[in-house]
C-alpha cells in the first residue's frame, strides 16, 4: 500500500528563519510528487510538481526538491504570511494520489 | 482564466437529508476528482470521473455518488446523510493522466454541516 508521511507535524519558526518540511514516501510507481499549501477552510493551492528524482523547483522563498525516497520543500526567511498547511501528495502506479497528513507551519513575525 | 469553482460554499443540512454539491473544472481540464476533507486531517478521495464515467472510487460507500456532465462539470450527490459527512468537500480538476501524473487543481471548497 502506497504511503506518504510528513514530518514534522507542525513547525513554528520565526520570521527570516530557515528551514525544511520533509515528506518520505514509499510509493509503487511513482509518476508525480505534489507540494500544495492549504489556508483553513480553504482548497489546498498548487505549488509544485516533481517527477524524477533530482528535479528541483523554486517560487519565491520556497524550494522543493526530490531524492528516490523523499522530498523536500525548503523555505528561506519566511514570513508571517508563509504560515498554512503544506500537503505532499503521490502519484502511484494505480493512477490514485496518496495524500499525507500535512505539516502546520506558523511564522511568528 | 477561471479556476475551479464549486457551489455552494456552505451548507446545512439534518440527518437522513439528500445533498448535491456541484464543480466546475479549470478552463482545459477534462476530469474532475472529488475529495472528502475532516477537520484536521487530509483529504480523502471519494471518486473521479472522466468520459462522463466513474474512472476510480475510494472507500466510500453507495450513498456517495456523482455525475460528470458533457461541458466537464461534475456533481456529488450523498444520500441519507450522517452527522460523520460533515466536512470540507473539494473538487480538482486535471487533464486525464495518461503517462506521467497531471497536476490536480482544487477549488475552495463546499464546507457541509449535518445536524
Known amino acids: 500500500e502506497d504511503q506518504v508521511t510528513q514530518s514534522p507535524e507542525a513547525l513554528r519558526l520565526q520570521e527570516g528563519e530557515s528551514s525544511s518540511l520533509n515528506c518520505s514516501y514509499t510509493?509503487?510507481?511513482?509518476?508525480?510528487l505534489f507540494w500544495y499549501r492549504q489556508d483553513p477552510g480553504k482548497g489546498p493551492e498548487f505549488l509544485f510538481t516533481?517527477?524524477?528524482a533530482g528535479e528541483e523547483k523554486e517560487k519565491e522563498r520556497l524550494k522543493a526538491t526530490l531524492t528516490k525516497k523523499e522530498s523536500f520543500l525548503h523555505i528561506t526567511a519566511p514570513k508571517p504570511e508563509d504560515s498554512a498547511t503544506y500537503l505532499c501528495?503521490?502519484?502511484?502506479?494505480?493512477?490514485?494520489?496518496?495524500f499525507g497528513k500535512g505539516t502546520l507551519l506558523t511564522v511568528n513575525p | 482564466d477561471a479556476g475551479v469553482t464549486q457551489s455552494p460554499t456552505h451548507l446545512i443540512k439534518t440527518r437522513g437529508q439528500q445533498v448535491t454539491l456541484r464543480c466546475s473544472p479549470k478552463?482545459?481540464?477534462?476530469?474532475v476528482s472529488w475529495y472528502q476533507q475532516a477537520l484536521g486531517q487530509g483529504p480523502q478521495f471519494i471518486f473521479q470521473?472522466?468520459?462522463?464515467?466513474?474512472?476510480q472510487r475510494g472507500n466510500f460507500p453507495d450513498r456517495f455518488s456523482g455525475h460528470q456532465f458533457p461541458n466537464y462539470s461534475s456533481e456529488l450527490n450523498v444520500n441519507a446523510l450522517l452527522l460523520g459527512d460533515s466536512a470540507l468537500y473539494l473538487c480538482?480538476?486535471?487533464?486525464?493522466?495518461?503517462?506521467?501524473?497531471?497536476?490536480?487543481?482544487f477549488g475552495p471548497g463546499t464546507r457541509l454541516l449535518v445536524l
Open positions: 480538482a480538476s486535471s487533464l486525464f493522466p495518461t503517462g506521467g501524473e497531471e497536476t490536480q487543481y
Open positions: 510509493v509503487s510507481g511513482l509518476r508525480g
Open positions: 516533481l517527477y524524477s
Open positions: 501528495v503521490c502519484g502511484g502506479s494505480n493512477y490514485k494520489l496518496t
Open positions: 478552463s482545459g481540464h477534462d476530469t
Open positions: 470521473y472522466y468520459e462522463e464515467e466513474e474512472r
